[in-house]
């Protein structure tokens, strides 16, 4: 699956609540860091769509996923939580 399909699974999603999160890694002394943030939260689908596009153009080296979240739930007991993987190579 391309990123583009990911987007729309994400976007398409049963669950009412959309987030995005954002994937980077940081120059920090004495290397790097990798950090997930979740940087935008709605219950719109156009909304979560123009916000995930906007965030791509403007910051294009950082990694953005949206997720179709369920609310009132224990996100750890999903198959699979919103989340970004940032390996050791990222740190690189």
Not at 16 to 22: A, G, H, S, V, Y
Not at 43 to 72: C, F, Q
Request: hydrophobic letters at 35%.
């Amino acid at each position: 699956m391309d990123y583009e399909e990911y987007i729309r699974q994400g976007l398409e999603g049963e669950a009412p609540l959309k987030l995005i999160l954002c994937g980077e890694v940081q120059n920090t002394e004495p290397g790097k860091t990798g950090v997930v943030s979740v940087v935008y939260a709605t219950e719109d689908k156009g909304l979560a769509e123009r916000k995930i596009r906007e965030l791509t153009a403007a910051s294009p080296n950082y990694y953005y996923m949206v997720y179709s979240v369920p609310l009132d739930t224990d996100l750890t007991k999903l198959p699979h939580y919103p989340s970004i993987a940032i390996t050791e190579s990222d740190l690189r």
